[in-house]
């Protein structure tokens, strides 16, 4: 059984410098103190829309412009919102630590708008969009967003284009959950930072990387039902949490 819960507080935090491998396993909660909405607690979006109606194929397919209108939304809501000094926190390790890996389920693009390096965005992002015929378009401008539809198909038979997210009954990004499977093997120090540990197959990367020996920390100010799988709990915002583990400081 794990110890109980340390007080809020880093009892045998490991020098982090020293470290060669880390993964920072980030979530909903890694957000939440920019003002964005998680989907679980206090304040969850799914609270006021149901997904069914918004956030699955099939709700796409029954009413394209109700789901494009839900996403463009969040996309304001998002854009409304500025990275905070927990993500600030993750670029400025990641420039005194090369071996510092992130894999996230946020879709909101906020590490990458602090300039951190993402090694995997396992649910996509609501800032690229997907055409049925030509894929990912990674470069879709603000035009597209506006227009809904593929540039590169004929301008009469266009497709709508769906955000390149993973919603709800989707099929997960089978290689980009390998490569992530790749980085969680090889750590020495799996950190899982504001996520409920809730959502399939995503979660079972916290028990990967237990199962592999890796050292597990998590931060949040709440417990879950993945709590148990790590050895230390911080029960700290994310903003507070990675300063008081990985302070910038040492020399
Ligand atoms: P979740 O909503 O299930 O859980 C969020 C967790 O964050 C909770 O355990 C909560 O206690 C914790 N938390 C709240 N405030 C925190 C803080 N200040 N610091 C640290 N932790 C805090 O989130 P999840 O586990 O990421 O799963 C939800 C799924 O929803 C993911 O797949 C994700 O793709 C998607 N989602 C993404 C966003 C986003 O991109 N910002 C927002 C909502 C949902």
Known sequence: MPPPNPPAAVTSAPDWLQLQRIVLFTGAGLSAESGVPTYRGAGGI????????????RAFEHDPVKVLDFHALRRASVQACAPHAGHAHIRQMQARHPGIRVITQNIDGLLQRAGVAVDAELHGSLWRLRCPVHGVQADAAAAEFASRRCRHCPPATAPWLRPDITWFEDAVDADLFEHAAMLVDDAELFVGIGTSGAVWPAAGFAERARRRG?????????????????????RLPASQGLPALFPLDRP
Do not use: T, V
């Not at 799914?46 to 194929?57: G, K, L, T, V």
């Open 214 to 234: 890796a050292r597990m920390i998590e931060i949040n100010p709440e417990d879950n039902e993945a709590s148990a799988l790590y050895d230390e709990r911080l």
């Open 46 to 57: 799914w609270r006021d829309y149901r997904y069914q109606d918004y956030a699955c194929q």
